[in-house]
């Protein structure tokens, strides 16, 4: 499929993991990220810890599951898809660093080089397997823009979207396992998405969020994976909430990073007052 020149054509993979069948789920991965790549795309994003599933019984089985950043396993085949396929693969995975464990997101480039982004805000009993990042929020410069990762309950804190809009980034992806809210009313957006395109509008971000779908252990997950243009505007989804699906959006970075000024007397970043924002009393 065609694309304008200075296009990008951003793709999300709405999967269904099995727990703890790491070759069946790299296998899942690569159908999707071909399918991606058949229809254009020039990057592709899966969902979190899409490589084991997420519901851990205890930190023994999620060390048993965890796998090591590079060439080997899962994300070696994800670096051997973006070199095939020659586009960028952003997906989640439990990452082992010596006896410390990550809820990590692994970006493959085609020419082999990687990167990890390791979660810092900890959701529920992740805490029981997971050390918080220890990364930060890096940018990652790519020949089709600059793009930041985050996972999940990251994208409940303002400061992380606003860390990658003043780090450079253009584009954030989002590997999640988004789950229900008690008490969400039926036939009423989900938080989730409600918040990706609230933080795409005040940033000026693109960002492509890939949730996954399907009960694990008793846990429900509600898929609805979206790509939001740099106004918070919907380009594709939300997705369904039961079954896989595969998105996919064309965005100009290049007018994302000029949209944060508005008009002749704003800019997102710019206007900001950090000398306003600590503590006060009136």
């Given at each position: 499929?065609?694309?304008?020149?200075?296009?990008?054509?951003?793709?999300?993979?709405?999967?269904?993991?099995?727990?703890g069948e790491v070759q069946r789920n790299a296998d899942t991965t690569l159908e999707a990220i071909a399918a991606a790549a058949a229809a254009g795309a020039d990057a592709v994003v899966l969902p979190e810890l899409a490589s084991t599933g997420y519901m851990f019984a205890n930190?023994?089985?999620?060390?048993?599951?965890?796998?090591?950043?590079?060439?080997?396993?899962?994300?070696?085949?994800?670096?051997?898809?973006?070199?095939?396929?020659?586009?960028?693969?952003?997906?989640?995975?439990?990452?082992?660093?010596?006896?410390?464990?990550?809820?990590?997101?692994?970006?493959?480039?085609?020419?082999?080089?990687?990167?990890?982004?390791?979660?810092?805000?900890?959701?529920?009993?992740?805490?029981?397997?997971?050390?918080?990042?220890?990364?930060?929020?890096?940018?990652?410069?790519?020949?089709?823009g600059r793009v930041g990762m985050m996972i999940c309950y990251d994208g409940w804190f303002p400061e992380a979207y606003r860390a990658l809009a003043d780090s450079g980034a253009d584009l954030v992806c989002v590997p999640t396992n988004w789950v229900p809210l008690e008490g969400h009313p039926d036939g009423q957006p989900a938080m989730a998405t409600v918040l990706v395109r609230a933080a795409a509008h005040v940033n000026g971000l693109v960002v492509a969020a890939a949730d996954r779908v399907g009960r694990e252990r008793g846990q429900d997950f509600i898929g609805q994976s979206v790509i939001v243009s740099h106004t918070g505007l919907v380009l594709a989804g939300p997705a369904s909430s039961t079954e896989p699906a595969l998105l996919w959006?064309?965005?100009?970075?290049?007018?994302?990073?000029?949209?944060?000024?508005?008009?002749r007397f704003n800019h997102l970043l710019a206007d900001r007052r950090p000398d306003a924002y600590g503590p006060s009393r009136a």
């Open positions: 499929m065609a694309k304008e020149s200075g296009i990008t054509r951003i793709a999300v993979c709405q999967i269904e993991p099995v727990f930190r023994a089985e999620a060390f048993e599951l965890s796998q090591e950043a590079g060439r080997h396993a899962v994300t070696g085949q994800w670096l051997r898809a973006a070199a095939e396929h020659q586009l960028i693969v952003v997906g989640g995975f439990a990452e082992r660093d010596g006896d410390v464990l990550y809820n990590a997101a692994f970006l493959a480039r085609p020419d082999g080089r990687w990167s990890v982004y390791r979660k810092v805000h900890l959701w529920d009993e992740e805490a029981l397997y997971f050390e918080p990042g220890n990364l930060g929020f890096p940018v990652v410069d790519l020949p089709f959006a064309d965005v100009n970075l290049g007018e994302t990073r000029r949209s944060r000024g508005w008009g």
